[in-house]
């Protein structure tokens, strides 16, 4: 993320680019005046980037360059969101004006329900503009630039063009742009990256169903094929062409079809509505999702690729018939060929359920060790909301201080609140900008530890979150703004900077030439980015010394902290009443959000793999029962001859085993591989993790052995005589 002064460098010097725009991602609002008072997310652009994206509002306009400059910036274009729920979709909003943080702005454009950018949650845009400050300190990081290649270029010719230009920035500011590098993505690749790699997983997975499917049909097909093989060589040798006999099945098998992908297709339709709610919010354009034009087509090429894998292998097998053989042959006799053909099939279906079983298992693994981790804190009976103070309200830092001191005293009086504090930055939030620290060290220069998280806190926050305070003390409402500066550490941080020693007492900075702060205690590590790994150093600050406008309020009760939302939303509007509070949810849905991918990929593969599984058995229960019905006089014959009624069974269920194990090796060999493309989706877990790789084969052995054992009872109740 380039800053402000990298981007003005950029532009003239690119020849790779047709256009860039450069955006502030977050630039968040409160909005107050004739509403009830809200915060709303937002993005501040510049005036190219709608034209750069090939979009416009459909009511109003876009910005003007103009409106990028400071003063000028007073204007807004709304979602078509916002505009629906607040203003009830009044096409004279244009012109009108609102107050976002207590500042009059007016409505210039409504953007289209389709245009979700940076994020599917901003709901107004602002004029980008920069202080003029950042141009001479080349700093005012943050910021996003977004370019459109001209035609025939690629990625790898931009990065090239763009790291030659991060050179010459490097040659011409060596104090501040030495190591910098601008990396070029493509922005479907940006907006969709965390779930790319779900979506493909649950794209195979289905596949891999589609196919188990098939191969079902596939076997019900031939049974049909075999049992009129006689009828069928009749009408051969009456005149009827291959063709013809193949427009017969054609006919028979499609409104099969056709009636299975619209009964899909309906209830695809009416399930929609009810499973968008279970869908994780970090999934893009999650409300574009519909029974569309696109999904019929798809579904009608699906249902093409369905018949013709269902239709080949019978049709190949009614060509090879041989006319005379057919028309003598007795239903009863085994065809050793007609086996063959079927036993293939299940061992393919037992192969693919194996993959799907196996993939299925290490990401339940997963999601397990995942609930597992410890994230360094106690989510239960924990309340959050978050608040953005208006800094042209409270303006300087002991009014904000202040304001947060306030809010908290209500709080904390509130019946049910054991506990309550304040932090700039809660845990699992996802990732944030990072600092580098010094610290001292006796005899030498100071050492320093990049990739730290700062966050401010109050001195009940750490309590209330439950973080263990390993060594020292915690802040108190006396370490304020006229007393030495005091700092936590977390247990990473100590070990790191002091290994060995006692960190209580020593001293750290936030950066050279900033004042030194006191070490007054150590601290547990807490998970702030992710569960999976997190292993940035974190240091913490008192609120009073170092007051940030954006808090998050954490409130710990013994009860159900869902029933301290209104009272809290009312205590903090006793304090100022148009100051809103959003985000509201308990740790617990935190914690829980920070999976919520892994939950629903976790899911969605395991249905899928359950019913691979239950088609697998199906498969196997069908080729046993025909394979019995075809041996009924071989049976009859072993059973007339003395043969025990536990031989015939285990002659059967050895059948439907062999079937299931051929199956089983073929598919674990195919685990082995594929389940290297599931390295980045596993945590805690090997790709070939012992126990996944046990438990499938077991489980398809149990179930085969049940599936067998039904024709197994039905062979020895063969009466011999009518064998």
Known sequence: RPAASDHRDIQPQTTTFEDIAILRVSANYNLTGNVEAQWLQGSSIAANLLPLLKVQPILGRNFTAEENQPGQDQKVILSHSLWQRLYGGDVNIIGREIRLEHIPYTVVGVMSSKFQFPSRETQIWTPLTINPADFQTRTGYGHMSVGRLKTGVTIDQAQKELDLIAGRLAQQYPTVKGGVRFNVSPLREDIASTACKPLITLLAASLGLLLIGCCNLTNLLLTRTFARARETAVRSALGATQGKLLLQTIGELLPLLVIGALLGLFVAQQSIGSLLPLLPNTLPRVDEISVNVPVLLFSVGLLAVTSTLVLIVPFRQMRRADLVSTLVQDSRTSTSGKTKIRSLLVVGQVALTVMLLTGAGLLIRTFAALKNVNPGFNSNGVLSLRLAIPRNKYTGDPKVAALCHDVLEKVRALPGVDSAGMGNRLPLSGPSGLSTIEFERKDQEPGSLSATDDTSITPDYLNAMNVPLLRGRTFTEQDNANSPLVVLLDEQVANRAWPGEDPIGKH??????????????????????????????????????????????????????????????????????????????????????????????????????????????????????????????????????????????????????????????????GSFVLTRFLQSLLFSVGQTDPVTFAIVPALLIVGATLASLIPAVKAIRVNPIVA
Not at 513 to 532: I, Q, S
Not at 598 to 620: E, H, K, P, Q
């Open 508 to 669: 750290v900075r936030s950066g050279p030439n900033r004042p030194w702060a006191e070490v007054v205690g150590v601290v547990g590590h807490v998970r702030h980015e992710k569960l999976e790994s997190d292993q940035r150093f974190q240091i913490y600050w008192n609120y009073l010394q170092r007051a940030r406008d954006r808090m998050s309020l954490v409130v710990r009760t013994s009860g159900d902290p869902h029933l301290l939302v209104q009272p809290v939303l009312a205590a903090i509007k006793s304090v100022d009443p148009d100051q809103p509070a959003f985000a509201i949810r308990t740790m617990n849905e935190v914690v829980d959000q920070s999976l919520s991918i892994r939950w629903f990929n976790t899911l969605v593969v395991t249905l899928f793999a359950t019913s691979s599984l239950l088609l697998a058995l199906i498969g196997i229960y069908g080729v046993i029962a025909w394979g019995v019905k075809q041996r009924t006089r071989e049976i009859g014959v072993r059973i007339a001859l003395g043969a025990q009624r536990r031989t015939v069974i285990l002659m059967v269920v050895r059948n439907g085993l062999k079937l299931t194990v051929i199956g089983i090796a073929i598919g674990l060999t």
